[in-house]
């Protein structure tokens, strides 16, 4: 199993601002990815962060927005930039404890960010 | 490209009753079906998965899934509920070879003493 501690767990932010969240793992994973579960929405992914290389970025995410780093195979951050109240969402961070499809995925407790 | 339809939004039961939470899928290849659970302010948590096998799959808790490939369904049931098992329920899918989950959109089961 994984165990993903995810900070901050909740941030209220002025509009126009940026929150970096971050995502620390305790064992080493290839593939970690950041996933927005809006109100009433299922979770949509916005990427998926290799170490040493950049983000692929799903359709409707664009890098600009949501700048993701990935320095080692244990952490990433994901910011949300010049954000709005539609950016009001709970972003997920998770690892697959194997690589490979099918295997199982492991979430953070998640951030839940409100944008004033 | 998956799609997942989650049939409910919201499912009250009393507890000791069974339950059953509805998942319909699409996809144009071969899947592999989840069923993940979110308590209030915690991450998702895996409950069950089909690979291949077995249509019945059983998972903690004392869930269980059955895949219906005719019907493209992978309905969660339990036969007696427990109020700990208030939460929402969220089916997904990948296709097989794949790495990406595809989710519905949930259906929060609340148990009623």
């Known amino acids: 199993s994984a165990v993903i501690s995810q900070k901050p767990s909740r941030d209220i932010c002025q509009r126009g601002t940026s929150l970096t969240i971050q995502c620390q793992v305790d064992s080493q994973v290839t593939m970690m990815f950041w996933y927005r579960q809006q109100p009433g929405q299922s979770l949509t992914l916005i990427a998926t962060?290799?170490?040493?290389?950049?983000?692929?970025?799903e359709s409707g995410f664009v890098i600009d927005k949501f700048p993701i780093s990935r320095p080692n195979l244990t952490f990433s951050t994901l910011t949300v930039s010049n954000m709005s109240p539609e950016d009001s969402s709970i972003y997920l961070c998770?690892?697959?404890?194997?690589?490979?499809?099918?295997?199982?995925?492991?979430f953070g407790q998640g951030t839940r960010l409100t944008v004033v | 490209a998956q799609s997942v339809t989650q049939l409910d939004s919201q499912v009250p039961v009393f507890e000791e009753a069974p339950v059953e939470l509805r998942c319909n899928y699409s996809s144009s290849v071969s899947v592999y079906l989840f069923w993940y659970v979110q308590y209030p302010n915690q991450g998702l948590q895996l409950l069950l998965k089909y690979l291949s096998g077995s249509t019945l799959v059983k998972g903690i808790n004392g869930f269980e899934a059955e895949f219906n490939k005719s019907q493209t369904s992978f309905h969660l049931r339990k036969p007696s509920v427990h109020i700990s098992d208030t939460a929402e329920y969220f089916c997904a899918v990948s296709g097989a070879g794949s790495y990406q989950l595809t989710f519905g959109k949930g259906t929060k089961l609340s148990v009623i003493p």
């Open positions: 962060a290799n170490q040493g290389s950049e983000a692929t970025y």
């Open positions: 998770s690892v697959e404890s194997l690589p490979g499809a099918g295997t199982e995925a492991f």
